[in-house]
C-alpha cells in the first residue's frame, strides 16, 4: 500500500521502540497517526513533537472495550483507518519456574489477546472500504522458542499463527496483511529485567529501532507476506524448517549451547 500524506495510521506501542520509529517515520511522510500506548504523557509529547496533525490515544490492548473505544476514536477524528500496526508487547524472560504466573498471564492478555483485540477493532472499520493493510509484529521467537523465553516465545508464535491464517482470510477483501520478525532491536523491551537475560541473548547484536520501522514501511509499500529484520532472522525459519535438530546445531554455532543445551 502506497504511503500518502493524509494515510491514517494507528500503531500500537507508540510510545517507545519500534512503534515510535515508526510513528516519527510516517510522520515524516505526512500520515495522520493514532498514537496508542498505556502512558498519556509519553503519547501527548509525541504528538506535540511529530510533524503534523496525530492523536494521542492513551490504552490498554489487553482491555478489549478500551481497545474498541480508541480504535473508533481515532476513526472518528481522523475520517477512517487505512493502516494498522499491532506492535504493542511486552516480555518477561527467566527460567519457566522462575517465571510469575501473573507474568506469564500479562505477556498472554497483551501479546496475544491485545493483538486480536486490536486488529479485530481496526478490521471493523477497514473492511468493506477495498483497501487496507494490517501488520502483525511477530518475533524471531515466533519462528523457533528460545529457553528462559518459553512463555513469550509461546505468544509471538500465537501472533504468527493468528496472522498466517488472517491474512488468507482477508483474500478479496482489499486489505493486506504483513507479519513481522524482528531479532534484536536496540529498545526497552528488556529494560526491567537486565540482571537475567540468557546468555544466548546478545543486546550488542542488537540493531537500531528506525531500522526495524524502515523494513516494516517497505514491507507495507511492497505488500509483502514477511519482514523478517535483521535479514538472518529468516535463517530461524529455514533451518528450523528443515528439522529442529538441525535449526538447534545452526543456533548452537551462531549462540552458544544455552541457545539448544539439549543434545538427544
Ligand atoms: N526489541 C526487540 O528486540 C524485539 C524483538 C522481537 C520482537 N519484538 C516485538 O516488538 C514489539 C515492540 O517492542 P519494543 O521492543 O519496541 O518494546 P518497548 O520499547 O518496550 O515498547 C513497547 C511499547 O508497547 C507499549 N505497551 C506495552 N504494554 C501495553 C499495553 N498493555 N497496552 C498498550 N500499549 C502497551 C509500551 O507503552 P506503555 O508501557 O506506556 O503501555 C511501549 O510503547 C513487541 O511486540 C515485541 O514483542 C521486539
Redesign the pocket.
Known sequence: MEILPGTRVLV?????????ALAVDFAARGATVGL????RD?LEALAEELPGNHFALP????DRDAVGAAVASFVSQAGGLDILIA?????HYGPFMDVALEHAEEMVR??VL?TIYTVRAGLEHMLGRAQGHVVV?????GLRSFPWAAV?GAT?AADRMFAEALRHELSGTGVDLTTV?????????H?HEQDRLPDWYRPKD?VP?AEMSAAIIKGIEGNKREVFHPPLVRLLRIAHGISPKFGDRVLRVLRGGNAAPRVD
Open positions: 500500537t506501542g507508540a510510545s517507545r521502540g519500534i512503534g515510535r496508542f500506548a498505556r502512558g509519553e490504552c490498554d490492548i489487553g506492535n504493542a508487547g511486552i516480555a497483551i501479546n491485545g509484529v511477530s518475533s524471531g521467537a513469550y509471538k520478525y524482528p531479532g534484536e532491536i536496540k529498545t526497552d523491551l529494560a542488537a529501532a
